[in-house]
């Protein structure tokens, strides 16, 4: 869905009973993050540096991952 810096966006089709949110993978690391507000919910494998960059990167992204969230999810 989006990929920038070497993090890639995306959801799990499984996870619509949830509240928005979005998996970041970087290499063997990855976080999930809420949305609305933009929040980390874990993380495993990455740097605070990475996840302070993924979380920058979702909020400068929040209102195309929601619309994504709320379209990949009406379906």
């Known amino acids: ?19 928005p ?13 809420w949305l609305n507000p933009v929040r980390v919910a874990w993380m495993e494998n990455l740097k ?3 996840v302070r960059q993924a979380l920058l990167l979702a909020e400068q992204h929040e209102q195309l991952l929601m619309e994504k969230w709320h379209e990949f999810f009406a379906r």
């Open 1 to 19: 869905m989006l990929r920038k810096y070497g993090f890639a966006f995306y959801f799990y089709s499984h996870e619509n009973k949830e509240p």
């Open 21 to 33: 949110h979005i998996h970041v993978d970087k290499g063997d690391g990855t976080v999930k993050i």
């Open 48 to 50: 605070s540096s990475e």
